[in-house]
């Protein structure tokens, strides 16, 4: 069984690379069959708004906005609470299958059994 991954991306287009590929294990790690977790903050928070992601352009990398869809078709994508009130984002601006949480809820997940968990 593989082990459940939390993934934490802490920039957003500022450091595109660092960001592109933090989604991008993400991704790989869903399709391969773990269960996912993305979290998304500081500038990162803006890719749980819709058209931000699809906005995101690095070259010779894989689209953010498919590696979220991967994510989110296998996993679950959350926006930190305090970098979303920051950035004036609630919930209803968000796109469909993302949440809003804070750190009550990643340390929970972060100290699970089995639980490996990176930051990006």
């Known amino acids: 069984m593989a082990r459940s991954l939390v993934v934490k991306v802490t920039c957003g287009a500022e ?9 991008t294990v993400a991704a ?21 708004v819709p058209g931000r992601a ?3 352009d690095l070259r010779l990398a ?16 959350t926006v930190c609470s305090q970098c979303a009130a920051r950035r004036d984002i609630g919930e209803a601006d968000l796109r469909e299958g993302v949440r809003i949480a804070g750190a009550a809820v990643f340390a929970e997940e972060v100290l699970g ?7 990006y």
Not at 17 to 23: I, L, P, S, V, W
């Open 15 to 23: 450091d595109a690379e660092r960001c592109n590929q933090a989604f």
């Open 28 to 48: 790989a790690a869903a399709a391969s069959g773990a269960e996912v977790s993305l979290w998304l903050t500081g500038e990162a928070a803006w890719f749980g």
């Open 54 to 56: 699809e906005a995101f």
């Open 62 to 77: 894989t689209p953010l906005d498919q590696l979220m869809a991967v994510v989110l078709d296998a996993g679950s994508v």
């Open 113 to 119: 059994e089995g639980v490996q968990a990176l930051v």
